[in-house]
């Protein structure tokens, strides 16, 4: 079945590059996202990649696709206080468009 | 664009009463939404998909005649939990498919429901 793995938690300091990991198993993905979900809240869609590609910068948000390695990454650039939350990757099948959600990273971020 | 609302935002329920959440995407029509439940400190774990004018597909385990669904419109979708017991506490999410502003069809969710039985 497909599984889709993170670490739990990650701590950095205001200012520093935080970088998340995600790794998955289903080859067939057509799309793996980002998402960030606050205390009590819903999810709130940061970026997305095309299975193709490789790399995609989008303002402080790098994410890196590893498609040999199945293995995904979220660069956050100057990471401040409210970036504080949980990350979920997720990998989406064309066919059905349900996504798969990873086991979520804690971000915290010391001021 | 691309806002999906839920109502309600909390629910406090007796252990065998029917608890209805709305799901609804507020400026563009989807034709497919899915519901989500998160235990806490869990990832989430989809439940169903719910498809305008036919009936939702249920991933396996989750039980169709407790977890109602009904998508009457291209703008709402609603989930029942029938005879809620406290073990169905959790935190429900739904989410509406897009093509939206990332050019891509793209699931867009809502703030979720907590819904806790007692």
């Known amino acids: 079945g497909e599984d889709v793995e993170q670490s739990l938690f990650l701590s950095v300091r205001e200012g520093d590059s935080s970088v998340i990991n995600c790794t998955y198993t289903d080859s067939s993905s057509t799309y793996l996202y980002w998402y960030k979900q606050e205390p009590g809240a819903g999810l709130q869609l940061l970026t997305y990649i095309f299975s193709n590609m490789d790399m995609k910068q989008d303002q402080r948000l790098t994410v890196l696709l590893n498609k040999k390695d199945k293995h995904l990454s979220l660069r956050i650039a100057d990471t401040q206080t409210g970036d504080s939350a949980i990350y979920f990757c997720a990998e989406a099948h064309g066919a059905t468009n349900k996504l798969i959600f990873g086991t979520g990273t804690l971000l915290a971020v010391q001021p | 664009g691309a806002v999906v609302s839920q109502h309600p935002s909390w629910v406090i329920c007796k252990s065998g009463t029917s608890v209805k959440i709305e799901c609804r995407s507020l400026d563009f029509q989807a034709t497919t939404m899915f519901w989500y439940r998160q235990f806490p400190k869990q990832s989430l774990m989809l439940m169903a998909t719910?498809?305008?004018?036919?009936?939702?597909?249920?991933e396996q385990g989750v039980e169709k005649d407790k977890f109602l669904i009904n998508h009457a419109s291209l703008t709402l979708s609603t989930l029942t939990v029938t005879s809620a017991h406290p073990e169905d506490s959790s935190f429900y999410i739904c989410?509406?498919?897009?093509?939206?502003?990332?050019?891509?069809?793209?699931?867009?969710f809502g703030p979720g429901t907590r819904l806790t039985v007692l």
């Open positions: 719910s498809n305008e004018g036919s009936k939702a597909t249920y």
């Open positions: 989410s509406a498919l897009s093509s939206g502003q990332f050019g891509t069809d793209t699931q867009y």
